[in-house]
């Protein structure tokens, strides 16, 4: 089982930026998707952005596209989400997790973090 740790989070302005890092421990990470969720108050957990176990394909939300980029360094057991120009409508706990391969659905992602909470005000 992969452990993984969000970090980065916090509160920034409309129009600002923010990069997460998701730090993973255990076995089989680097060889795994990784995809990126985020779940508002009141919301249901949806789908951010994915990337490959290599790095070469990246899948993205039509809401974030453009404004946010997903990377890998697979020496580190990390991935990474660059957040650009962001709005209000990105505040939520952002969480990253482990798939099968890449998907935009949750349920083929196996383990989760715990999430790091994005706040941005106006």
């Known amino acids: 089982q992969v452990q993984l740790v969000e970090s980065g989070g916090g509160l920034v302005q409309a129009g600002g930026s923010l990069r997460l890092s998701c730090a993973a421990s255990?076995?089989?990470?680097?060889?795994?998707?990784v995809g990126w969720f985020r779940q508002a108050p009141g919301k249901d957990r949806e789908f951010v952005a994915t990337?490959?176990?290599?790095?070469?394909?990246?899948d993205y939300a039509d809401s974030v596209k453009g404004r946010f980029t997903i990377s890998r360094d697979n020496a580190k057991n990390t991935v990474y989400l660059q957040m650009n120009s962001l709005k209000r409508e990105d505040t939520a706990v952002y969480y990253c997790?482990?798939?099968?391969?890449?998907?935009?659905?949750?349920?083929?992602?196996?383990?989760w973090g715990q999430g790091t909470q994005v706040t941005v005000s106006s």
């Open positions: 997790a482990k798939g099968r391969g890449m998907s935009t659905t949750s349920r083929r992602y196996d383990d």
């Open positions: 255990g076995r089989g990470f680097s060889s795994s998707a």
């Open positions: 990337i490959s176990w290599s790095g070469a394909a990246t």
